[in-house]
């Protein structure tokens, strides 16, 4: 029987291609997942760090590592990322009687679960005059995991500006405010606004604190 020699190439192409995706795709998500590990790594590191840790000389002895909720990628999500071309400056609420400056950037929409969310990114003025910070975004968002087994004040999100209209939102790397570690008065943190309450639970990032007595 005589086969034609495309279809032999053809036959062996095919599983090659196929195993050549698998790898890719793989190989990305190892990537998100050390780039994860490795943000809270540096994040403990910091808490045990005397110049760098929200949390008082006798909490830091006792320290055993922050509360997170375990890796799961399908809460790094593509954001389609809206710039506005209008910011302005208003005082947004904090913990304390504080009220920085901030302006609305732009906004990042994305997908979970088969419906679509909106969250509003929001840039310091204060903050992008600090070397490294110049093109520092910023995300205070709630959901519906706060109270119960997340910070109910919320959690934070850090972006970079993104070069173009797209942008990866990893809930893997949302922490809580510092002033969540029982810091009472030491810490002025951002409120989320109310824009940015989303109406489902986000059970990825940082858990809420619990100090070890």
Same mark, same amino acid.
């Given at each position: 029987m005589h086969i034609d020699k495309n279809i032999l190439r053809l036959m062996f192409l095919l599983p090659l291609a196929f195993l050549c995706s698998h790898t890719f795709a793989q190989l990305a998500l190892d990537s998100a997942t050390n780039e994860i590990i490795a943000h809270r790594?540096?994040? *403990?590191? *910091?808490?045990r760090d005397p110049l760098?840790?929200?949390?008082e000389k006798k909490d830091r002895k006792k320290f055993k590592g922050l509360k997170y909720y375990p890796i799961d990628l399908t809460y790094r999500v593509n954001a389609t990322f809206q710039k506005n071309e209008t910011p302005v400056l208003f005082k947004m609420k904090t913990s304390t009687t504080r009220l920085p400056d901030y302006s609305k950037y732009g906004t990042v929409t994305f997908a979970l679960n088969g419906e679509s969310y909106t969250l509003e990114v929001y840039q310091s003025p204060d903050v992008m005059k600090m070397p490294g910070? *110049?093109?520092?975004?910023?995300?205070?968002f709630t959901d519906q995991t706060n109270g119960k087994e997340t910070y109910d004040g919320g959690r934070y999100i850090e972006l970079r500006i993104p070069s173009g209209n797209e942008v990866i939102v990893d809930f893997n790397q949302c922490y809580n405010p510092y002033c969540s570690y029982g810091s009472a008065g030491k810490y002025s943190c951002p409120i989320p606004p109310a824009e940015n309450a989303l109406p489902i639970s986000i059970p990825a990032g940082e858990k809420k604190f619990k100090e070890v007595h």
């Open positions: 790594t540096k994040q *403990e590191s *910091e808490f760098k840790s929200p949390l910070y *110049e093109n520092y975004l910023f995300i205070p």
